[in-house]
């Protein structure tokens, strides 16, 4: 058997209002830094979590390639928007991360231009939990004044890879890390620091 053939043919129950909700779900997380969403329901036999599954379904087509940390979904995506396969980190507009420990570095994917920072990728992290990592504190738009977020299961040296990607505004990665079917974004923007007494 194939993996074209072991993977489910289904993606949006509700095409049109499915596809709306998750695109929404994706404004509003990078609207609301660390605030978390409940985007979509799994998809039976799917190696992806609910809002990494729909969130590809949403933003991806044919004109955006996506670069997979491992291919178990890839020819799903595909079948579905038309989103071919980056052949590396830094020609992806999304990168799909399902093993954040050994994530490449931020710095190997596309970071845009200072005349085009739109031209960057988005990565999609499926982390072990969003509240059971070390505590930290996130400010910038869209945050009122701070917001306490435990991100589980990262790199060591990923928060520390993420003040230099904050530091590079307005060019740099955004991310959207999500569990199941939560999500919580986080863009270029915001400032992470890491709570008194959390090393």
Known sequence: ?????????????????????????????????GRPLQIGRQIAGLPLGAAMAHLLL??????TPVWWQAESAAHWVRFHTGAGP???????????????????????????TTASPEFSTTLLIEVLSLDGGPALQWHGPGIQTAR?????????????QWQANHAGFPQGVDVIFTCGDRAIGLPRTTRVARLEGIT
């Open 1 to 33: 058997m194939t993996v074209l053939q072991a993977i489910p043919s289904v993606g949006f129950t509700d095409p049109v209002h499915d596809a709306q909700r998750a695109f929404r779900g994706a404004l509003d997380a990078f609207s609301h830094p």
């Open 86 to 112: 980056a052949a590396q980190p830094l020609s992806a507009a999304f990168g799909v991360i399902t093993r954040p420990a050994d994530m490449p570095a931020l710095d190997d994917f596309a970071r845009g």
């Open 58 to 63: 949403a933003m991806t087509d044919p004109d």
């Open 148 to 160: 306490r977020v435990q991100v589980a299961g990262l790199a060591p040296d990923f928060w520390t």
